[in-house]
């Protein structure tokens, strides 16, 4: 031995000391290690709002923490426990009933519980929960060291729990339950968070679908609302456009007459004839204004009688082609299938004159306007007002790829005398007509244009059950008959300027 070196003893003693200092490093770095492992389960989790996630974070956590080969979450709930609870994808694992003392017990487990199979302890047998949890393993569980980390995201019964076992070795000790504990709170805390964060953002979804009905819901009110007052201004307009042209036509029923009786008084080649022609002929002018106002104001006296609108379409289209113009491509799409109307065609045809003429004055370079007659669908009845019966209805539609309409100019769309013409070119009462046949017929028209991008009349008319041959069947023939050369006649008009010219026509 050396002088000076320390006795066989004392370095026997040191190197002890030193390995039991590199255990103890060991251990604790061992320690380190599960401690940020913890902290980086709670890291992850905060963010996390789907709590089977949360499940099978904690699940990989404990297989880290402790090493343990098998390790699967279960729910409880009425004394079942579910191996599917939890599952991040569908599982057909079968539920396991529990007997009543370990349904009991793990109803009122406080933390993580560390067994033995066959040890005698104060807990029940956990052998049903492994064989639920791990169905793959068939052999005994004797001897088999068990984990059981209960999921309880608030004060009450667990919802659920983490089991996890070691059949060689060990498995997990008593130095680890310290450990374990704080693990189960932080998983329970995470859980609890992703259950609130889920519940959150649910409702939150729930908040904007309501939201968004809520606005869908305004917006059909406020529509609605514009359409109520749109369509009770142009019942007022149209009531007193219809009266002062009812007794505007009066005055020009008499001077169109006592016009023809000053022109029958004077010979052929009378001078003065010339000028009571023109009289005529403004007089006419004005009464084809006021036969319009007329249909605007509903007070013209319609004749109803079933039609085939695609006949009436198609034989229309052909007398106005030269109208249009050549520079105007008109193309038909009409649907065979749908059900006849009872209308009036002359106010039908007055309808598709207006519109065609529209179209064509949209396009001056030139265009294709096209006709089209189809079903229609509750959504778009809806929309304009009108009971939700697809069958009862008709769609009328007219398009061209014209420059369209702006908002501003479609507000006044319907007004009578509301042009966007030059002077000369336009009454301004081809919409307005239209909109009072339509109403009088009990439809609706809804116009879709934007600015250089055409424009879409639709217009929606009642359709009718009966068929051609009922149609005629309930036609009343009456016969008139022959009246003697001698007869009375009995002339009402309040009016004493018409009834006077009425008295010299009938006299005459």
């Known amino acids: 031995m050396h002088e000076g070196a320390p006795p066989d003893d004392e370095r026997s003693r040191l190197r002890q000391e030193i390995e039991r200092l590199s255990a103890e490093r060991l251990h604790l770095l061992g320690e380190v290690d599960r401690v940020v492992m913890l902290g980086d389960f709670v890291l992850r989790c905060s963010t996390i709002n789907d709590p089977n996630e949360v499940v099978a974070r904690a699940v990989t956590l404990l297989k880290q923490l402790l090493d343990l080969p098998l390790v699967r979450p279960l ?27 370990l349904a009991k017990w793990l109803s009122i487990i406080p933390t993580a519980a560390l067994l033995r199979v066959g040890e005698v302890t104060d807990a029940p047998d956990v052998t049903p929960l492994l064989s639920g949890a791990f169905p793959e393993k068939s052999t005994s569980w004797e001897g088999t060291s068990v984990v059981i980390v209960p999921i309880r995201p608030q004060p009450g019964p667990p919802v659920g729990l983490i089991i996890g076992c070691e059949r060689a070795g060990a498995g997990p000790t008593d130095a680890d339950a310290t450990f374990l504990v704080l693990a189960t709170n932080h998983i329970g805390r995470a859980f609890q968070n992703a259950l ?10 729930e908040l904007a679908e309501s939201t968004r009905r809520y606005r869908e819901n305004l917006e059909d009110l406020q529509r609605t609302q514009r359409e109520l007052l749109e369509a009770r201004k142009l019942e007022a307009i149209g009531r007193l456009a219809g009266g002062i042209a009812h007794d505007f036509n009066n005055l020009l029923t008499v001077i169109r007459n006592h016009a023809e009786l000053l022109r029958d008084g004077f010979g052929d080649t009378a001078p003065e004839r010339e000028d009571l022609a023109a009289i005529t002929e403004a007089a006419d002018r004005a009464t084809r204004i006021t036969r319009q106002l007329l249909a605007f104001g509903r007070r013209n006296d319609a004749r109803p ?36 109307l009872r209308a009036d065609r002359a106010q039908l045809e007055q309808v598709l004159l207006n519109l065609l003429t529209n179209a064509r004055d949209a396009m001056p370079e030139g265009g294709v306007i096209r006709v ?41 769309l319907f007004e009578p005398f509301f042009t966007t013409k030059e002077p000369g070119h336009g009454t301004g009462l081809g919409l307005a007509t239209v909109y009072g ?29 009966s068929s051609a041959i009922e149609m005629e069947a309930a036609i009343v023939h009456q016969s008139i008959e022959s009246m003697n050369a001698a007869a009375t006649v009995l002339l009402v008009e309040d009016d004493a300027a018409l009834r006077n010219v009425a008295v010299r026509t009938l006299t005459a």
């Open 305 to 340: 009688e079933l039609l085939d609108l695609n006949r009436i379409t198609s034989e229309f289209t052909k007398l106005i082609g030269r109208l249009v113009g050549e520079h105007v491509v008109i193309e038909l799409e009409l649907d065979p299938t749908i059900r006849p």
């Open 437 to 465: 046949i339509v109403d009088a017929h009990g439809g609706k028209i809804h116009v879709n244009s934007e600015p250089e991008r055409g424009s879409t009349f639709t217009i929606y008319l009642p359709t009718s059950r």
């Open 75 to 101: 729910g409880l709930e009425g004394g079942v426990a579910d191996p599917a609870a939890f599952a991040m994808t569908p599982s057909s694992r079968p539920q396991v009933a529990l007997a009543r003392p």
């Open 372 to 412: 089209r007659t189809r079903h229609t669908t509750e959504a778009e009845l809806a929309a304009v007002g009108l009971p939700q019966r697809p069958a009862d209805f008709l769609a009328f539609v007219v398009t061209d790829s014209g420059r369209g309409i702006d908002d501003a100019t479609r507000a006044h």
């Open 196 to 205: 609130l964060v889920s519940r959150l953002e649910a409702r939150s979804r």
